[in-house]
């Protein structure tokens, strides 16, 4: 049996820092204010008081400037002298809800504010309450030169195989991975030393053989949680414990925590897994309009980059480097976990809506200087794509502008009507909360109250009690696909609505489009090999594309799909009353969060959901099936005509395309979810560059199976 005289134990005083939650954020930063008031009061006055961690995101800092900005040079002064830890990221997101071009801005807009604040960022990827982690977050932060990441939820059952600190891996990369132990909050709201002392001994029974396991000698202690201010008597409590159990207390940064990697365990794939804490991946439906808000926004943020970018390429305009940059600040801002997630007073919810609103202002005023006034159509993908536009069908080569010009669209007819059989919209009552559904009764299926044909169109009534749906299928020449728009009335509360595509091929696994990566799942969780605090759930999360077997769905900004050997379901609208219900849902057994009436979180009103359906997905690779996503979210825009000044060759996918850091020259950024090596061939000289485009790298145009690649080029 494990003996706390067997460690070594870094305590870390922080504070975890929800800017909006269950108060809106103008009182949470009022709070702010105060809580590093006592920070820097507590830093400044006791030198034993080593260090406070700021919560891994430096939009503390920007926010807290903003309430005392008569305290600016206190607070560079101690971040000079390395007793404040501060980033890596600009806030803490939802990792698995927002793109994968969101995560790194988010990271280089994070070491931006650092440095301007006159500090490197933390070199721990630090990232306490994210509900769960997308399969590459480990390349995403080796990219940026962190090697550890410090963690709390997603663990499951892989805690038996790799324990509670392992390699993870996402080839060609990888980090080790520190579960908290468990949570961020184990060292939290002391009273004293004896009290401290039994929070000791139940960490080391509960995790020091994991630990020993490990090869490691050293526990993290978390001295704080949501909104705590600081314990001035913390040093003195340290004290006590040292004598008491013999073992070495330090203050310190988790940066200053890093286990070697000799010989861990390795560990691929996501961690969504709710074995230790509460997952919460039923936010994937809460408030589904702040899905599609974020999912349009990012698209067309990435979109007006691009052809910025690509006007650069031709030397025709300057890159507005700060309009964009001041745009994916305001995006990154509407992304922390409690934010986009849904699951947060209404009044945040209605902010958000704003953010969005204001954004796009911004985006009206950089489209039009980034894509002239031209009447060319023009294409920022580069993959050659047909879309409807004004009435009739355009096709257009990758990366660029043309006038429309007239086109006899061939390709498939598919057959409306026995599209329409294969959809069930279905809805269940819904007793949980805007962190977890929970079924409270049967699944009712809609009724069928007309059909009727509108041109090459097939329009769908169903009606369920309090709800009514419009479902418009069409089949557009030149497109290997059939869209969907499906328009609600709903006055229901408490209830999910989805729609069942079937399909009758029985595959047995599915693959989903997540950040930089096609993901493979199996049809249902395996069952635990232990009790967990939140059981496993049936539903999962897609960036956009859905494949089963043959049958793939396209969805834009809609999120959750459950897939079974029947087919796949799309959850449409789900609308619930509270942020937290008390603890005892069989869904969730512990509570998330303070049961706070959330009237908006029943998504009363109109809702437009769009999504399509392909039948070629056992021909699509994993590259072919995350483009054929991208084809069909983004439109083309409209400026001036040009020719083509890049060309992207290869079975990869396109992220990015925009003008570098440091603003010598663009970054191209593409990435291969394949499972087999690929090879991108380029029309312009450029060189691999590392992710935070702080390095060259020795890479070349072969990207390895999941691999992520940055090219510089010059201009």
Same mark, same amino acid.
């Given at each position: 049996?494990?003996?706390?005289?067997?460690?070594?134990?870094?305590?870390?005083?922080?504070?975890?820092?929800?800017?909006?939650?269950?108060?809106?954020?103008?009182?949470?930063?009022?709070?702010? /204010?105060?809580?590093?008031?006592?920070?820097?009061?507590?830093?400044?006055?006791?030198?034993?008081?080593?260090?406070?961690?700021?919560?891994?995101?430096?939009?503390?800092?920007?926010?807290?400037?903003?309430?005392?900005?008569?305290?600016?040079?206190?607070?560079?002064?101690?971040?000079?002298?390395?007793?404040?830890?501060?980033?890596?990221?600009?806030?803490?997101?939802?990792?698995?809800?927002?793109?994968?071009?969101?995560?790194?801005?988010?990271?280089?807009?994070?070491?931006?504010?650092?440095?301007?604040?006159?500090?490197?960022?933390?070199?721990?990827?630090?990232?306490?309450?994210?509900?769960?982690?997308?399969?590459?977050?480990?390349?995403?932060?080796?990219?940026?030169?962190?090697?550890?990441?410090?963690?709390?939820?997603?663990?499951?059952?892989?805690?038996?195989?790799?324990?509670?600190?392992?390699?993870?891996?996402?080839?060609?990369?990888?980090?080790?991975?520190?579960?908290?132990?468990?949570?961020?909050?184990?060292?939290?709201?002391?009273?004293?030393?004896?009290?401290?002392?039994?929070?000791?001994?139940?960490?080391?029974?509960?995790? /020091?053989?994991?630990?020993?396991?490990?090869?490691?000698?050293?526990?993290?202690?978390?001295?704080?949680?949501?909104?705590?201010?600081?314990?001035?008597?913390?040093?003195?409590?340290?004290?006590?414990?040292?004598?008491?159990?013999?073992?070495?207390?330090?203050?310190?940064?988790?940066?200053?925590?890093?286990?070697?990697?000799?010989?861990?365990?390795?560990?691929?794939?996501?961690?969504?897994?709710?074995?230790?804490?509460?997952?919460?991946? /039923?936010?994937?439906?809460?408030?589904?309009?702040?899905?599609?808000?974020?999912?349009?926004?990012?698209?067309?943020?990435?979109?007006?980059?691009?052809?910025?970018?690509?006007?650069?390429?031709?030397?025709?305009?300057?890159?507005?480097?700060?309009?964009?940059?001041?745009?994916?600040?305001?995006?990154?801002?509407?992304?922390?976990?409690?934010?986009?997630?849904?699951?947060?007073?209404?009044?945040?919810?209605?902010?958000?809506?704003?953010?969005?609103?204001?954004?796009?202002?911004?985006?009206?005023?950089?489209?039009?200087?980034?894509?002239?006034?031209?009447?060319?159509?023009?294409?920022?993908?580069?993959?050659?794509?047909?879309?409807?536009?004004?009435? @009739?069908?355009?096709?257009?080569?990758?990366?660029?502008?043309?006038?429309?010009?007239?086109?006899?669209?061939?390709?498939?007819?598919?057959?409306?009507?026995?599209?329409?059989?294969?959809?069930?919209?279905?809805?269940?009552?819904?007793?949980?909360?805007?962190?977890?559904?929970?079924?409270?009764?049967?699944?009712?299926?809609?009724?069928?109250?007309?059909?009727?044909?509108?041109?090459?169109?097939?329009?769908?009534?169903?009606?369920?009690?309090?709800?009514?749906?419009?479902?418009?299928?069409?089949?557009?020449?030149?497109?290997?696909?059939?869209?969907?728009?499906?328009?609600?009335?709903?006055?229901?509360?408490?209830?999910?609505?989805?729609?069942?595509?079937?399909?009758?091929?029985?595959?047995?696994?599915?693959?989903?489009?997540?950040?930089?990566?096609?993901?493979?799942?199996?049809?249902?969780?395996?069952?635990?090999?232990?009790?967990?605090?939140?059981?496993?759930?049936?539903?999962?999360?897609?960036?956009?594309?859905?494949?089963?077997?043959?049958?793939?769905?396209?969805?834009?900004?809609?999120?959750?799909?459950?897939?079974?050997?029947?087919?796949?379901?799309?959850?449409?609208?789900?609308?619930? @009353?509270?942020?937290?219900?008390?603890?005892?849902?069989?869904?969730?057994?512990?509570?998330?969060?303070?049961?706070?009436?959330?009237?908006?979180?029943?998504?009363? @009103?109109?809702?437009?959901?769009?999504?399509?359906?392909?039948?070629?997905?056992?021909?699509?690779?994993?590259?072919?099936?995350?483009?054929?996503?991208?084809?069909?979210?983004?439109?083309?825009?409209?400026?001036?005509?040009?020719?083509?000044?890049?060309?992207?060759?290869?079975?990869?996918?396109?992220?990015?395309?925009?003008?570098?850091?440091?603003?010598?020259?663009?970054?191209?950024?593409?990435?291969?979810?394949?499972?087999?090596?690929?090879?991108?061939?380029?029309?312009?000289?450029?060189?691999?560059?590392?992710?935070?485009?702080?390095?060259?790298?020795?890479?070349?145009?072969?990207?390895?199976?999941?691999?992520?690649?940055?090219?510089?080029?010059?201009?």
């Amino acid at each position: 049996m494990a003996e706390p005289s067997d460690f070594r134990f870094l305590v870390v005083p922080h504070t975890h820092w929800d800017r909006e939650w269950y108060l809106p954020f103008e009182q949470f930063r009022l709070r702010l /204010g105060a809580v590093v008031d006592g920070v820097l009061d507590t830093l400044e006055r006791d030198a034993s008081f080593t260090s406070f961690t700021l919560d891994g995101q430096a939009i503390v800092l920007e926010d807290y400037v903003d309430v005392r900005p008569e305290n600016e040079a206190r607070l560079s002064a101690l971040l000079a002298a390395g007793r404040l830890e501060v980033g890596p990221s600009y806030v803490l997101p939802d990792e698995i809800l927002v793109g994968g071009e969101a995560l790194v801005r988010n990271l280089l807009l994070g070491r931006r504010v650092c440095r301007r604040f006159g500090v490197e960022p933390s070199s721990a990827g630090y990232l306490p309450d994210s509900f769960g982690h997308p399969a590459q977050l480990p390349q995403l932060l080796a990219g940026f030169g962190i090697r550890t990441l410090l963690f709390s939820r997603g663990l499951g059952d892989q805690i038996e195989d790799v324990g509670v600190v392992f390699r993870w891996r996402a080839r060609p990369a990888e980090v080790v991975a520190c579960q908290m132990l468990p949570h961020y909050d184990n060292f939290a709201r002391l009273t004293w030393f004896h009290d401290a002392e039994e929070r000791v001994r139940a960490i080391v029974q509960r995790f /020091g053989e994991l630990v020993q396991r490990a090869g490691g000698d050293q526990i993290v202690l978390a001295n704080g949680s949501d909104h705590l201010p600081v314990e001035p008597e913390l040093p003195e409590i340290l004290a006590g414990l040292e004598e008491t159990l013999g073992a070495p207390f330090r203050i310190g940064r988790y940066e200053e925590y890093a286990p070697q990697p000799d010989e861990l365990p390795v560990y691929e794939g996501e961690l969504v897994g709710s074995r230790l804490q509460n997952l919460l991946r /039923g936010v994937n439906s809460a408030r589904i309009y702040l899905k599609q808000a974020n999912e349009r926004t990012e698209r067309r943020l990435l979109s007006i980059e691009t052809a910025a970018a690509l006007r650069s390429l031709r030397r025709e305009a300057a890159y507005p480097a700060a309009d964009l940059r001041l745009a994916w600040r305001d995006l990154l801002r509407n992304h922390p976990h409690d934010s986009i997630c849904g699951c947060s007073c209404d009044e945040v919810h209605r902010d958000m809506l704003v953010r969005y609103q204001q954004l796009d202002r911004t985006l009206d005023l950089v489209e039009r200087e980034a894509l002239g006034v031209g009447g060319a159509f023009v294409n920022v993908l580069p993959y050659r794509r047909c879309r409807p536009v004004d009435g @009739g069908i355009v096709e257009l080569a990758g990366f660029c502008g043309r006038r429309p010009e007239p086109f006899v669209a061939g390709g498939e007819r598919f057959d409306l009507e026995a599209i329409a059989e294969q959809l069930v919209f279905e809805d269940e009552p819904d007793i949980g909360d805007l962190y977890t559904f929970c079924p409270g009764g049967e699944t009712r299926p809609a009724e069928l109250v007309s059909s009727r044909s509108e041109g090459a169109a097939l329009v769908l009534e169903h009606e369920l009690p309090g709800i009514r749906i419009e479902t418009t299928i069409r089949s557009i020449p030149g497109l290997d696909r059939v869209e969907l728009t499906s328009i609600l009335e709903n006055e229901a509360e408490g209830h999910r609505l989805r729609v069942l595509v079937r399909s009758e091929e029985g595959a047995g696994e599915v693959r989903a489009e997540s950040q930089f990566a096609v993901v493979r799942r199996a049809l249902a969780p395996p069952p635990p090999r232990a009790e967990w605090v939140e059981p496993p759930v049936r539903t999962a999360h897609t960036l956009g594309s859905v494949a089963l077997g043959s049958l793939v769905l396209l969805t834009k900004g809609l999120p959750e799909y459950e897939a079974s050997p029947g087919g796949l379901r799309l959850t449409l609208l789900r609308g619930v @009353g509270t942020i937290s219900r008390p603890p005892g849902l069989p869904t969730r057994p512990t509570a998330a969060g303070p049961d706070i009436a959330t009237p908006d979180g029943q998504c009363r @009103g109109r809702h437009v959901l769009e999504y399509a359906l392909r039948f070629d997905g056992d021909r699509l690779s994993d590259a072919g099936l995350v483009r054929a996503g991208q084809d069909y979210r983004t439109d083309f825009l409209r400026g001036d005509p040009f020719e083509p000044p890049l060309a992207v060759a290869g079975d990869v996918v396109f992220s990015c395309l925009k003008q570098a850091e440091d603003g010598d020259g663009l970054v191209l950024r593409v990435f291969n979810p394949n499972p087999q090596p690929e090879t991108v061939t380029l029309s312009v000289p450029a060189r691999r560059i590392r992710l935070d485009e702080e390095q060259d790298t020795a890479a070349g145009h072969v990207l390895a199976p999941g691999e992520i690649a940055t090219f510089r080029i010059d201009l």
